[in-house]
């Protein structure tokens, strides 16, 4: 181990180094200041308003605890944290501001390592992008899912269930009454949402890109290996300032490569592409939007979870986890990234057993023969947009409909369950004005509700299409990411109500079926333009003018790449 960073702070004879350590000593020992002891950040999401994360101080503790049988000083670093659920106008907008506050917390403080506390959809992401751009050794340990939910003697996913119980009470197929009662049954303890939503992506993906130690992601919130979990990572997270492996010498382009094949093998969050691109830029990395389809088209579908099947993460946890997963599509991996702890991730894929074959089913015998996540071009999306095969019906994957058009997603609400509507079953709803720039940050919006008198003909699917996202918990054939989006002028702002929608998801194509020179004739209609984000300051306003778009990962264009750790300035 060369000279730790946090030295350059603590020691010395002069004033500063006295400042620094006087303030900080509190009945800690000499050996606490004397550079013998790498000095570990436990960046900690934890928060009351971040329900998913609740219980991360608990893991910090564990984490601590850790870091003190490896010989280092634990430091618990509370950073900014962002509740899927509950933030409005939607967590995306605050990503990148969270990672900046984060990067900027991890340069400014004697900090030799991290420990990333992460659980709700943003805090992971938002985590890895810090530690990315600053380049301190560091390691996550994600928060777990919550144990399942049960309502009626069934498997109910949180968030998934939000969505499928909400249609029925619409439909008129089940009551209020059961509708709100189910709350309770939905989320029976701590962690964040029991299904493959974006929280449990992300844990994967940390994964899949060596940020864990291996079989960690997944593990229930409530289950006492998290903690032991937590201990072995507060240790590892010593021993990589000890040995200085950082981020940039774990992630690699190939690590990205198997956090592609594990997203498709479980059937991960759409999401996830958005945030890999962030990450990936951060690290200086070539990823692109066409990487996820290259990569991850031919990946089968193992992984028998909601939203796109029946179980839980409980179950999947059981069942054998992500490396089991990952041991069925071991030939699909690259096997020469490394972990943190320095072995590569196929080192670890030796004898692991599938436990439960209902929930993670044989290579030979898989759930879709090609799932992944497919990328769409056409002129509908000269910059791509995105389609989960695996969630969709398969009968609309090739569709030609008429647009029903709603220019924000108050206008969808106010005219969705019109009778008048001139909508059928076979129509393309196409929402819009709900990308980064446009609503603003990009929100969950885009699996649209049904109108209610389709939904009364007992249709449970149709083809959606928005510049926004859906919640890794949603459904559906919904078209997604639409870039450009509308309000950067992407040609979805000149759609009319009756213009043909063709979807070919076997041939990667969305296309507007209207003719150029009439499309040339048109222009964005007042009732979108006005419904476009026009902040006047704070952070919102600094968003709009700097995000880029969803292909390239919603990150501010001033946030790509990286500034290290070095500060040069005293503040005494």
């Given at each position: 181990?060369?000279?730790?960073?946090?030295?350059?702070?603590?020691?010395?004879?002069?004033?500063?180094?006295?400042?620094?350590?006087?303030?900080?000593?509190?009945?800690?020992?000499?050996?606490?200041?004397?550079?013998?002891?790498?000095?570990?950040?436990?960046?900690?999401?934890?928060?009351?308003?971040?329900?998913?994360?609740?219980?991360?101080?608990?893991?910090?503790?564990?984490?601590?605890?850790?870091?003190?049988?490896?010989?280092?000083?634990?430091?618990?670093?509370?950073?900014?944290?962002?509740?899927?659920?509950?933030?409005?106008?939607?967590?995306?907008?605050?990503?990148?501001?969270?990672?900046?506050?984060?990067?900027?917390?991890?340069?400014?403080?004697?900090?030799?390592?991290?420990?990333?506390?992460?659980?709700?959809?943003?805090?992971?992401?938002?985590?890895?992008?810090?530690?990315?751009?600053?380049?301190?050794?560091?390691?996550?340990?994600?928060?777990?899912?919550?144990?399942?939910?049960?309502?009626?003697?069934?498997?109910?996913?949180?968030?998934?269930?939000?969505?499928?119980?909400?249609?029925?009470?619409?439909?008129?197929?089940?009551?209020?009454?059961?509708?709100?009662?189910?709350?309770?049954?939905?989320?029976?303890?701590?962690?964040?949402?029991?299904?493959?939503?974006?929280?449990?992506?992300?844990?994967?993906?940390?994964?899949?890109?060596?940020?864990?130690?291996?079989?960690?992601?997944?593990?229930?919130?409530?289950?006492?290996?998290?903690?032991?979990?937590?201990?072995?990572?507060?240790?590892?997270?010593?021993?990589?300032?000890?040995?200085?492996?950082?981020?940039?010498?774990?992630?690699?382009?190939?690590?990205?490569?198997?956090?592609?094949?594990?997203?498709?093998?479980?059937?991960?969050?759409?999401?996830?592409?958005?945030?890999?691109?962030?990450?990936?830029?951060?690290?200086?990395?070539?990823?692109t939007l066409e990487d996820f389809d290259r990569i991850g088209a031919d990946v089968p579908l193992l992984v028998n979870l909601q939203p796109s099947g029946t179980y839980l993460m409980e179950d999947l946890y059981n069942a054998g986890g992500l490396l089991a997963v990952l041991a069925e599509v071991r030939d699909l991996l690259?096997?020469?990234?490394?972990?943190?702890?320095?072995?590569?991730?196929?080192?670890?894929?030796?004898?692991?057993?599938?436990?439960?074959?209902?929930?993670?089913?044989?290579?030979?015998?898989?759930?879709?023969?090609?799932?992944?996540?497919?990328?769409?071009?056409?002129?509908?999306?000269?910059?791509?947009?995105?389609?989960?095969?695996?969630?969709?019906?398969?009968?609309?994957?090739?569709?030609?409909?008429?647009?029903?058009?709603?220019?924000?997603?108050?206008?969808?609400?106010?005219?969705?369950?019109?009778?008048?509507?001139?909508?059928?079953?076979?129509?393309?709803?196409?929402?819009?004005?709900?990308?980064?720039?446009?609503?603003?940050?990009?929100?969950?919006?885009?699996?649209?509700?049904?109108?209610?008198?389709?939904?009364?003909?007992?249709?449970?699917?149709?083809?959606?299409?928005?510049?926004?996202?859906?919640?890794?918990?949603?459904?559906?054939?919904?078209?997604?990411?639409?870039?450009?989006?509308?309000?950067?002028?992407?040609?979805?702002?000149?759609?009319?109500?009756?213009?043909?929608?063709?979807?070919?998801?076997?041939?990667?194509?969305?296309?507007?079926?209207?003719?150029?020179?009439?499309?040339?004739?048109?222009?964005?209609?007042?009732?979108?333009?006005?419904?476009?984000?026009?902040?006047?300051?704070?952070?919102?306003?600094?968003?709009?003018?700097?995000?880029?778009?969803?292909?390239?990962?919603?990150?501010?264009?001033?946030?790509?790449?990286?500034?290290?750790?070095?500060?040069?300035?005293?503040?005494?």
């Amino acid at each position: 181990m060369t000279g730790l960073r946090s030295d350059g702070w603590y020691g010395g004879d002069d004033r500063d180094g006295y400042i620094h350590r006087a303030w900080m000593r509190r009945g800690s020992p000499d050996d606490a200041f004397d550079g013998s002891r790498p000095q570990i950040a436990i960046a900690n999401t934890a928060s009351d308003l971040t329900p998913c994360n609740m219980h991360l101080d608990e893991v910090s503790a564990a984490v601590k605890r850790g870091v003190a049988e490896a010989g280092g000083v634990g430091l618990d670093l509370p950073v900014v944290s962002l509740g899927e659920t509950l933030v409005r106008p939607t967590a995306m907008l605050w990503r990148n501001m969270a990672a900046m506050a984060m990067e900027e917390l991890f340069r400014a403080n004697p900090i030799d390592g991290l420990v990333l506390l992460g659980g709700c959809d943003k805090t992971i992401p938002a985590l890895l992008m810090a530690a990315a751009s600053v380049g301190i050794p560091a390691v996550v340990v994600p928060g777990g899912p919550m144990m399942n939910g049960m309502f009626r003697g069934k498997r109910m996913g949180c968030g998934t269930g939000v969505w499928q119980l909400s249609e029925e009470v619409r439909a008129g197929t089940l009551s209020k009454e059961a509708f709100l009662a189910s709350d309770r049954s939905m989320v029976r303890s701590k962690g964040h949402c029991s299904t493959m939503g974006t929280a449990s992506t992300m844990a994967i993906v940390a994964e899949a890109l060596g940020m864990t130690i291996p079989g960690t992601a997944g593990t229930p919130a409530p289950d006492a290996r998290l903690l032991e979990a937590a201990i072995h990572t507060g240790r590892l997270a010593v021993d990589l300032v000890r040995e200085g492996r950082t981020m940039g010498d774990v992630v690699t382009k190939a690590s990205f490569h198997n956090a592609i094949v594990a997203i498709a093998a479980t059937g991960g969050s759409t999401n996830a592409v958005v945030h890999l691109l962030a990450i990936a830029g951060r690290l200086g990395i070539d990823l692109t939007l066409e990487d996820f389809d290259r990569i991850g088209a031919d990946v089968p579908l193992l992984v028998n979870l909601q939203p796109s099947g029946t179980y839980l993460m409980e179950d999947l946890y059981n069942a054998g986890g992500l490396l089991a997963v990952l041991a069925e599509v071991r030939d699909l991996l690259d096997p020469t990234p490394i972990t943190v702890t320095g072995r590569p991730l196929v080192d670890y894929l030796d004898d692991q057993a599938i436990w439960d074959p209902a929930v993670i089913t044989p290579r030979a015998e898989p759930l879709i023969e090609q799932a992944g996540i497919a990328v769409l071009k056409g002129n509908l999306a000269p910059n791509g947009a995105i389609i989960k095969p695996a969630a969709a019906s398969p009968h609309l994957l090739q569709h030609r409909g008429r647009a029903v058009v709603f220019d924000s997603i108050e206008d969808f609400h106010a005219r969705v369950d019109d009778p008048d509507l001139d909508v059928t079953p076979d129509s393309v709803l196409v929402l819009r004005g709900c990308g980064p720039m446009g609503y603003p940050g990009m929100p969950e919006v885009a699996n649209l509700p049904l109108p209610q008198k389709i939904l009364r003909l007992g249709v449970r699917d149709m083809v959606r299409v928005c510049d926004g996202r859906m919640s890794g918990t949603a459904y559906g054939t919904v078209v997604l990411h639409v870039a450009p989006e509308a309000a950067a002028g992407g040609l979805l702002g000149l759609v009319q109500d009756g213009d043909e929608i063709v979807l070919d998801v076997a041939n990667r194509a969305i296309v507007l079926d209207v003719p150029e020179a009439q499309l040339a004739l048109r222009t964005p209609p007042a009732s979108l333009v006005a419904g476009f984000a026009s902040a006047t300051r704070g952070w919102e306003r600094l968003y709009i003018e700097h995000v880029q778009g969803a292909d390239t990962g919603a990150d501010l264009d001033f946030l790509v790449g990286a500034s290290g750790s070095e500060v040069t300035r005293e503040s005494h």
